[in-house]
DNA sequence: CATTGTGAACTCATTCACAGCG
DNA sequence: CGCTGTGAATGAGTTCACAATG
């Protein structure tokens, strides 16, 4: 049975990687998956597959491997996406605006619930969504109204603290900040950074260390 | 002098960090700065900073730390972003629309030179950043033309990897993947992925486990 | 004398190797 | 017999603790 050992991180992220993948497999019409093509699927070792379900359950059947449909519900447990979230955008610049139309966020059970923005011109204008974009200055009130449990930050980096600091005032304690800086916030607050130009720093160095480019 | 042992990925994407607040003290006047403050502002244990720097060089004065500009300098060197890249993007959805125009790209040198989709109603249509978009059958000689350097995929999970193989065909071999599935290149190409619903993913994860919502 | 630079200790994560089992 | 589940071995990354030094 699961063990309540301490669980790498690292194991989380690939649970939701497996995920993808098994989805993938079930269109393509397979029942059952070994850890060693699932592995291969998503480029890891196949006993780190064994090992990263093994702390959550024993899922599969020896000698055959793991139902490709059951495997996917038990990982939708773990993840705790076996229901809906709500979520809402403050900074509805370009990116704000792109993630409030992002299709794969409903479909995986995310909804956007509200929009907000400080900009005056932005304020009451309707978003494609259905939404209309509200003063920041509402953020607590729509928390509670709206049971909002998850903020993203997308405004520029000047701004996301003192957003990250409102959205821990009304109690919502889970942000994906996708602003260029590192936020800080108290030990009850979760926070996951998404900040593209790290991403292609890291990927720069690699083209001229790697690759000599 | 900077051994070459091997360098913790890890670093390289802290390194990234430290820049952005090295970039912010500068800009509230500071001229010197110690690990501990920006381990402090990153969030990280003040001896991973002074290893992370040591793996590169001998940058910092004892008893006083480190020089803000000079600092920044060395990083932008080791992490090669003291040039200018170019990207191109393929799938001009929602997400690569505002990618498109997002300011932080040209702002750190990175430059959006062409844009790429499959669909005959959008080819041909001028982007708000002034480009055209392109018929992704037009990969090939736009890489040569245009000496685009990263490619990035906005496309859904589906078409991801057979635009990744045109990429690699077109001799593109740094990948900024932000569609929610994995791709597989071979040893000689470069990817980094940016997977929105895995992050949300892990942070629904520690709200139902650590915080027990 | 405050702070860096770094070997050594430690902690955490991955992989191996094989026993266990359908 | 084949593949899972897992303890043990290995490897990687972080933190400690202190010598070195401007």
Known sequence: MGKSNRIPKATITRLSIYYRQLELLEFDGYRMVSSEKLAWLCQVNPAQVRKDLGYFGEFGVRGVGYDVIDLQAQIKKILAVNREWNFAIVGIGNLGSALLEHQNFPARGFNCVAAFDNDPLKIGKPTAAGLSIRDIEELEEAVKELNIEIGFITTPATAAQSVADRFIMAN???IVNFSPTRI????????ENIDFTVKL????YELHHELGI
């Open 172 to 174: 919502v304690n889970a």
């Open 184 to 191: 800080i916030v108290p030990d009850c607050c979760l926070v």
């Open 201 to 204: 720093d890291t990927l720069t």
